[in-house]
């Protein structure tokens, strides 16, 4: 009778799994602040070169958009606006809106334009420059006093995407970028455009800004683990 039983339950559980298969193709979905979420509705248009993803409940839109349909990974929060992720909600006559806009925050990720000259290697090395403060990086240098990579160490705060900082020490001409910041950042990764059956697939997450100052909800959204199936590029 055990053995029957757990038959019976390894049974219903496949058949769970493949009832949810089914209904996630197409889907998309993810965790909003930690609580999953999943779209009613997907569809995607291409305009031009660009792509937009719009994913919706009764009272909730997603909005995924990059410079391309292409397979790869597009970073927001940065000065490329054809980047981007919105979210919009009206519950009980309350809007909420989000997006990966130029907001000043904490640094996100950051890239090296010039290596300058005469560094050394360091740790929490301090940096100049941009509309923030505070933030300072870990350098890698290479033999000739050139720094070939940085990473993050302190975010500091108050600066915005494209902002350029220099880093302290050797002959003070080594800078970078903040490409974005903690409250506005994140990727959209297609994984699959496929132009005979006019589907997209891939990947997201992401930190958006409260965008009209509404009062009512928190300043961040988060969305994590987020994917997206198959959904249909309509004309």
């Not at 890239?111 to 940096?127: E, F, K, N, R």
């Not at 697939?201 to 199936?229: H, M, R, T």
């Amino acid at each position: 009778m055990k053995r029957f039983l757990s038959l019976f339950i390894v049974a219903a559980a496949f058949s769970s799994c493949q009832e949810d298969v089914k209904f996630n193709n197409p889907g998309f979905q993810g965790l909003k602040d930690n609580v999953f979420w999943r779209a009613n509705e997907a569809r995607a248009y291409i305009d031009g070169s660009k792509l937009r993803i719009e994913a919706s409940t009764a009272d909730e839109v997603v909005t995924l958009n990059t410079s391309s349909a292409n397979v790869g990974t597009y970073i927001l929060g940065t000065t490329n606006s054809n980047n981007s992720a919105t979210y919009f909600s009206s519950f009980n006559d309350v809007e909420l809106e989000y997006a990966t806009i130029a907001v000043a925050g904490p640094t996100g990720s950051i890239s090296l334009v010039d290596g300058g000259t005469g560094y050394s290697s360091g740790t929490s090395v301090a940096t100049t420059g941009g509309l923030g403060s505070g933030l300072k990086v870990n350098t890698v240098v290479n033999a000739s006093g050139v720094v070939t990579s940085v990473t993050v160490s302190s975010r500091g705060s108050g600066y915005l995407a494209g902002d350029l900082v220099t880093v302290a020490g050797g002959n003070v001409d080594c800078t970078i970028s903040v490409t974005n910041v903690q409250n506005s950042n994140g990727e959209i990764s297609i994984t699959e455009y496929d132009q005979v059956n006019f589907t997209v697939s891939g990947k997201f997450k992401f930190n958006a800004a409260n965008s009209n100052g509404s009062p009512f909800d928190n300043p961040i959204l988060n969305f994590q683990y987020g994917e997206f199936y198959k959904i249909p590029i309509l004309p």
